[in-house]
T-cell receptor, first 115, second 109 residues
């Protein structure tokens, strides 16, 4: 079946504007993760959703960042009042969940540039 | 999750085996060793994972030492398309991935 998809693939915005990034996980995957990757750096964990449990938000860098997952499937990462340091590739991953194996499969990412 | 140490970069001749080492001396008994790779401008791609036994799939082999303090990812016949950054991660299942800087593998013709 289809892999993890993300949209948009690229986003250019002005400082201070809000942006929404979307992730469609693999069908049937109950776990969903958001990461970001700055240029030349490793991945930085942001937030983790597992089924209907409360999300693990421990990686969110500030209260300008939030994420939702509706209906246990699609997720939206929202960045309010964007700053230039928010420029990065935002990656989404999904996995079957704790009862079905934990290999995470990544989407292609959204490249965010804040001017 | 335990920390991993990998060489910053490695070169490999096309058609030869690429052996990528990873040290994870503080690994605990319930932590798995995962390998991913990231080709420029793409999302990370899962390669293989294991707990204590050696593993092989269509992409690679994973050799884990008996004490589990280190492992080696083996690409048996490297091609130019295997040029990427390779990440070794140790984690407990159901946890997020803590990626380090990885090893930048360059396969040369």
């Amino acid at each position: 079946g289809a892999g993890v998809s993300q949209s948009p693939s690229n986003k250019v915005t002005e400082k201070g504007k809000d942006v929404e990034l979307r992730c469609d996980p693999i069908s049937g995957h109950t776990a969903l993760y958001w990461y970001r990757q700055s240029l030349g750096q490793g991945l930085e964990f942001l937030i983790y959703f597992q089924g209907n449990s409360a999300p693990d938000k421990s990686g969110l860098p500030s209260d300008r960042f939030s994420a939702e997952r509706t209906g246990g499937s699609v997720s939206t990462l929202t960045i309010q009042r964007t700053q230039q340091e928010d420029s990065a590739v935002y990656l989404c991953a999904s996995s079957l969940g704790p009862s079905g194996g934990e290999t995470q499969y990544f989407g292609p990412g959204t490249r965010l540039l804040v001017l | 999750d335990a920390k991993t140490t990998q060489p910053t970069s490695m070169d490999c001749a096309e058609g030869r085996a690429a052996n990528l080492p990873c040290n994870h001396s503080t690994i605990s008994g319930n932590e798995y060793v995962y390998w991913y790779r990231q080709i420029h401008s793409q999302g990370p791609q899962y390669i293989i994972h294991g707990l204590k036994n050696n593993e092989t799939n269509e992409m690679a082999s994973l050799i884990i030492t008996e004490d589990r303090k280190s492992s080696t990812l083996i690409l048996p016949h490297a091609t130019l398309r295997d040029t990427a950054v390779y990440y070794c991660i140790v984690r407990v299942l159901n946890n997020d991935m803590r990626f380090g800087a990885g090893t930048r593998l360059t396969v040369k013709p």
